[in-house]
């Protein structure tokens, strides 16, 4: 931790500032987590180890809740599940994942002291809980948790006070961050990591957090000047800044006052009209597009719960048709509904369709984000695979080119999704060659080689929503 310095940020408490220069794509730190646990929903599909998912997975034969890849997952794992383990089996089911993290903290503060590494630059008491700052609704499932753990905890650990038990329980819910499958498509768990949670908030921050091979890495997304303060934006920047400013209050009780926030910055892009000859809709039509579009989102969420994705297409392409003529193409509504076709129609295998909608996101993802978002550089890697899929190579190409230069920052070279980008941009560079070379032969080829195997190049994201929004947990 020699590459940053805690002090005292104006106007927000704590937080970490640089000892040195950065880069693009420079890991400032790299942490472990204190503990981590795996979702309730997911306890029997990912390994409580190395939090990998696999199709057979090996029950602990004890608490019978803990599953494992092997026998040397299991190992690598008892020092923090043996104690765990006595508990579910004396409690007779496994509590839910606050109280399995807290009993997990707890475990491993008695064992190694308030700082267990010499890297751990603060102590958790020393971290805010704002338990005073909670609703009245959420103070009730809290004192629930808190209950619970009580009956949990094991007599023959070591006792603790209902301020210490408190105050853990309070940092997991507004510090807790999410950790990801092995390919870092999809969250599978949550963990506490005392050194991210000195780094503040910005809307346009400097940096972004990954999970790579079990740590987390804060990495630059750009210049960094010595001395300057590092942040990470705890919301989407998607969201218009009056939104962003609710999340921040209601989920981590601060006002966001950044300059983004400030200035209202790109919001006019966000929720504007579309400008064609110098000639604007009118902000009523503007209004009544935007107020219908809403009106289909909420019903495209109920055709989604209901797994109807044809009815589901039918809401999306009336509601394009009215209003993509009025709405700019940066408007966050119409993005969310051509991000919903792309995922849609890929899935019913309409890939020339997908391929149209996912360009259209892309395109205005790339207006509103910083160059270097891991959420467009997604969102590109998506685009990239839905254009392969449907044959347009040159584009598809592009796409995926344009993903491993912003994923090669984000993520970095060794981690499981540059590694698959790195292997997609050779392939399709050898299909793009082979496609200028002569296209019918490509043609040919192509549809040859999928006839006997099917396409499928790599896992996606259930939804783009699931990226930055979801990095830091939040108990529902």
Known sequence: MENVTIFDSPGKGRGLKTNKEFWAGDVIFSEPSLAAVVFDSLAERICHSCFRRQDKLQRC???????????????????????????????????????????????????????????????????????????????????????????????????????????????????????????????????????????NHDCWPNCTVILNHGKIELRSLGKIAEGEELTVSYVDFINVSAERQRLLKTQYFFDCTCHHCKERIKDDLKMGGREEDNVKPSEEQVKESTEYCLQMLEKMDQARLKGDYHELVKICKECIEKTEPVLADTHIYLLRMWSTMSEVQAYLQYFEDAAEYARKMVDGYMKLYHPNNPTLGMAAMRAGVTHWQAGLIEVGHGMICKAYAILMVTHGPTHPITKDLESMRVQTEMELRMFKQNEYVYHSMREAALKNRPMTMMHEPKSMEEGIKNLFHRRK
């Open 61 to 199: 034969g004890q608490c019978k809740f803990s599953h494992y890849c092997d026998r040397t997952c299991q190992r690598a794992g008892w020092a923090e599940h043996k104690q765990e383990c006595a508990a579910i089996k004396n409690y007779g089911k496994a509590p839910n994942e606050n109280i399995r993290l807290v009993a997990r903290i707890m475990w491993r503060l008695d064992k190694d002291g308030g700082v267990v590494s010499d890297t751990q630059l603060t102590t958790l008491d020393q971290l805010e809980d704002h338990i005073e700052d909670m609703a009245e609704d959420e103070l009730k499932e809290f004192k629930v948790d808190i209950h619970n753990f009580l009956d949990y905890w094991p007599r023959n650990s070591k006792q603790h006070t209902s301020d210490v038990i408190s105050h853990i329980f309070g940092l997991i819910n507004c510090n807790g961050f999410t950790v990801s499958d092995q390919r870092g498509l999809q969250a599978v768990g949550v963990g506490l990591f005392p050194n991210l949670c000195l780094v």
